[in-house]
């Protein structure tokens, strides 16, 4: 596919590199899905021995890329390719292979631990555990190397050329905005703190059913799709022919799981449409977290929480959960946008589940920028919940225990949770210029809204830096005023 004999030569050494992306997916979908529990042990091994052989083959290519790289005349799918490649590369000849596998064991022992601590609700056992990790991530992110905070290096993994300058600068816009939106909901009872759906139970055999009848009318395709059941939902891209995504019936206010299938779907047609043209290569995927998220968060809030989605799923409900018959279709819209702040970050509504993220941002920054210390977390994150929400832990497990995000290791990764509702009002202001949107939904042509993402985005894996693609698309990056305005809209506009 390209002109260039060096960057053909950089597709080719990467066959193997994406079938082993393509093993390890599989691996770890089937480990959340179907793995007996006993084989736990063998899978971490295959697992850790997988992703061995595939950083030696990414550094394999280091001489390769810099040969290309002085080439003229590359075309963007080129320069793409190398900019990916490198970066990777960069990685791990950057961090030392005992640090990783120090990071990795440590992870995995951390896991076990925050688990107990959490059930226990202990933050005290966890302590320990996090210090260590923040400490390796530091090391890690002066083994990388930055410019300015050492946090902007761990933010880069996942959202490529994101800095702490960049994060302050939204949240300082979107916090405030937010504040004021809540507080009018609030004080003016816009939307509902609490709703009579929330404690109807339901079977899972019917919401299995109401599962099929959503997947069908999003359009999700029988032949490279699946949907399944684990603890934690979660979409694993395989292939762009092979998406699966897995829900859980949780049993009772069957709004989550609508809500889990239709987030998961939201990435996985992501996945499905990116162009077939860039399958094996290393293009063939997003271009970053906050990217991929804004396609789970445009489908499931833009779309499924609008008033005409609630009413296009309203026969679907009624047909599978019999006890929604008696609910109107306005009902059943205030239902799926309630407003309650809350101590839960999963279980947080449209409207303040940015604040938990601005919260975990900020730790995260100060613990590895050293200006705050393990052993205050749990006071600084109830202050700042206070501060935020008005609400105030009880307990170390509905505090600063409740994610397994530091327990992994993941730091940095937070952010991409409000860059992509960021993205997602962009899309929803930028969509608008092509469509009638609520329209669109209104008549179920779900269709319309799937060619325009995979024609503005999809299509473009991950050729253009996360920035770049921003610039192309909507002329500027990360602008939280458009999420802003369709908020202010949505729970501040005429109530229709
Ligand atoms: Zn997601």
């Known amino acids: 596919m390209s002109n260039n004999p060096l960057i053909r030569q950089v597709h080719e050494k990467y066959k193997p590199i994406w079938a082993l992306n393509h093993a390890f997916a599989l691996l770890a979908w089937d480990l959340e899905t179907y793995m007996p529990t006993g084989a736990s042990e063998a899978r971490g091994f295959a697992q850790a021995q997988l992703a061995l052989l595939g950083q030696e083959k990414i550094v394999a290519l ?3 890329i810099s040969e290309a790289q002085k080439s003229s005349n590359l075309s963007e799918n080129d320069k793409g390719t190398l900019r990916i490649v ?9 961090v030392p292979s005992t640090l990783i596998e120090q990071l990795h064991r440590t992870a995995t022992e951390a896991n076990l631990v925050w688990r107990e601590a959490r059930r226990k609700s202990e933050f005290a056992r966890f302590q320990p555990y996090l210090e260590r990790l923040v400490e390796l991530k530091k090391q890690e992110a002066e083994k990388l190397g930055y410019e300015g905070h050492p946090y902007n290096a761990l933010m880069d993994r996942f959202e490529e050329g994101l800095t702490v300058r ?3 600068a939204i949240f300082a816009r979107l916090v405030p905005s937010l504040k004021r939106i809540l507080e009018k909901v609030i004080a003016e009872g816009r939307y509902p703190a609490h709703h009579p759906l929330e404690s109807e139970k339901y079977e899972e055999a019917a919401m299995s059913k109401v599962n099929v009848d959503l997947i069908s009318l999003l359009g999700m ?3 490279n799709f699946r949907l399944d059941v684990s603890t934690h939902p979660f979409t694993s891209g395989m292939a762009v ?12 206010n069957f709004k989550e799981g609508i809500s889990h299938v239709i987030h998961e779907s939201g990435h996985a047609i992501y996945e499905l449409q990116v162009d077939p043209s860039l399958e094996h290569t290393p293009l063939v995927h997003t271009p970053s977290l906050g990217f991929h ?23 679907i409900l ?10 109107s279709n306005d009902e059943v819209y205030r239902y799926f946008n309630m407003v309650r702040p809350s101590l839960i970050r999963v279980e947080a509504d449209e409207l303040t589940y940015n604040f938990h993220i601005v919260l975990r941002y900020e730790l995260e920054k100060r613990l590895i920028g050293g200006d705050v210390t393990a052993s205050e977390i749990p006071t600084v994150w109830s202050n700042m919940m206070e501060e935020y929400l008005g609400v105030r832990p009880k307990t170390d497990a509905e505090g600063s225990l409740q994610d397994i995000h530091w327990s992994g290791g993941d730091f940095g990764y937070f952010a991409t949770y409000s860059l992509g509702n960021i993205i997602a009002g962009m899309i929803f202001k930028e969509i608008q210029r092509d469509m009638n949107f609520s329209e669109t939904v209104r008549n179920g042509n779900l269709l319309a809204i799937r060619e325009w993402l995979r024609e503005h985005i999809h299509r473009w894996g991950g050729i253009y830096s ?19 305005s369709y908020l202010e809209d949505k729970f501040l506009g005429q109530m229709t």
């Not at 970066?87 to 791990?92: A, D, N």
């Not at 092979?242 to 009772?252: A, C, H, K, L, P």
């Not at 998220?293 to 026969?315: A, D, Y």
């Not at 009624?318 to 609910?327: A, E």
């Open 166 to 168: 960049d994060t302050d």
């Open 62 to 64: 280091s001489d390769l």
């Open 86 to 94: 490198e970066r990777q590369v960069e990685y791990y000849s950057k």
């Open 318 to 327: 009624t047909k599978n959960l019999p006890f929604v018959s008696t609910y």
């Open 221 to 223: 395709p029988k032949d």
């Open 466 to 484: 996360p920035k770049e693609l921003q610039q192309r698309l909507f002329g500027e990056v990360y602008n939280p005023d458009r999420l802003i």
């Open 241 to 252: 022919s092979d998406v699966r995504i897995t829900t859980r019936y949780e049993g009772v």
């Open 293 to 315: 998220e804004s396609q789970s968060r445009f489908w499931e809030n833009f779309v499924g929480r609008s008033r005409e989605f609630t009413e296009l799923i309203h026969p």
